[in-house]
């Protein structure tokens, strides 16, 4: 089995900041790429960062230098620093990533069970 487990959320006033983490756990073999998405009441999930296994990294066009994703491969971890948070980031934010598991051939996409960050005043 295999559990990501994310951490980091809470509330936050405009402006504020906030760094999630996101620890993956279990019979894991290798880590491909990892990512952040968030979802907002009545939204649909969006891409909000990703990182390769080698480093390379993508943002949404609305978080570009404001938030920064990195991963730490010997922890298994992949990290959010998000600055000068908006109210209208307030949202669920989710890990993912693709693993592949130990005696297996093939990557598997893996959701933590997502953390709530609140921006408001």
């Known amino acids: 089995q295999v559990q990501l487990v994310e951490s980091g959320g809470g509330l936050v006033q405009p402006g504020g900041s906030l760094r999630l983490s996101c620890a993956a756990s279990g019979s894991i073999f290798r880590i491909n790429g990892m990512g952040w998405y968030r979802q907002a009441p009545g939204n649909q999930r969006e891409l909000v960062a990703s990182?390769?296994?080698?480093?390379?990294?993508n943002y949404a066009r609305s978080v570009k230098g404001r938030f920064t994703i990195s991963r730490d491969n010997a922890k298994n971890t992949v990290y959010l620093q998000m600055n000068s948070l908006k109210p209208e980031e307030t949202a669920v934010y989710y890990c993912?990533?693709?693993?592949?598991?130990?005696?297996?051939?093939?990557?598997?996409?893996?959701w933590g069970q997502g953390t709530q960050v609140t921006v408001s005043s």
């Open positions: 990182i390769s296994s080698g480093g390379s990294t």
């Open positions: 993912n990533a693709g693993i592949v598991r130990r005696t297996l051939s093939y990557s598997s996409t893996y």
